[in-house]
């Protein structure tokens, strides 16, 4: 199942295709999500001027320049299958060009709910997880 906003219209597509529209009334009491409270430290700490600051927030390796140190066969292996990756952690949302990119690939390069930007999105660990992200997002706003 996909749920997607057309024409003032959230639409939910069932697994048949089958598609059942719902007013936008649907939406209107679901705020945005919390800000991750670890993500938020390492917010803090790049807004932070101080030149002797350190980063207590999300776990990296890191060297004393504050670079991630990354082991040389993950090195080895991102030179073999994907180029130079970023090590960083994702936002809560994952990848906004992954996320950019995926839409094009499900619904077009062209696709008028793109431009219109009538779909939301988010990037998760897998389709389980995804499941389990709208699960949980069903049960806290649709209970």
Sequence with gaps: MSMLLRNGCARRILKSGAVRSMSTSWWK??????????LGVT??????????????????????NGKPVVLECVREAERRIAGNLNMEYLPMGGSIKMVEETLKLAYGENSDLIKEKQIAAVQALSGTGACRLFADFQKRFFP
Excluded: C, Q, W
């Excluded at 009491?29 to 670890?38: L, N, R, S, T």
């Excluded at 917010?43 to 004393?64: C, I, M, Q, T, W």
């Design 29 to 38: 009491h679901v705020e945005p999500a919390p800000k991750d409270p670890i």
């Design 43 to 64: 917010e803090a700490f790049l807004a932070d001027p101080s030149p002797d600051k350190v980063n207590v927030g999300v776990g990296a390796y890191r060297d004393d």
